[in-house]
């Protein structure tokens, strides 16, 4: 549910890789909230 308007390719890139980090950021928080530490 991704939508991205921009002029360039090179700026589609940029925003796609952004997003991509964020989500991947988000991810790992929640991974490492569900673990429990031994």
């Given at each position: 549910?991704l939508?991205?308007?921009?002029?360039?390719?090179?700026?589609?890139?940029?925003?796609?890789?952004?997003?991509?980090?964020?989500?991947n950021?988000?991810r790992?928080?929640?991974?490492?909230?569900?673990?429990?530490?031994?």
């Open positions: 549910a939508f991205i308007r921009t002029i360039g390719l090179g700026r589609a890139t940029v925003k796609i890789g952004i997003a991509n980090l964020a989500y950021f988000r790992l928080i929640w991974l490492e909230g569900r673990t429990v530490p031994v």
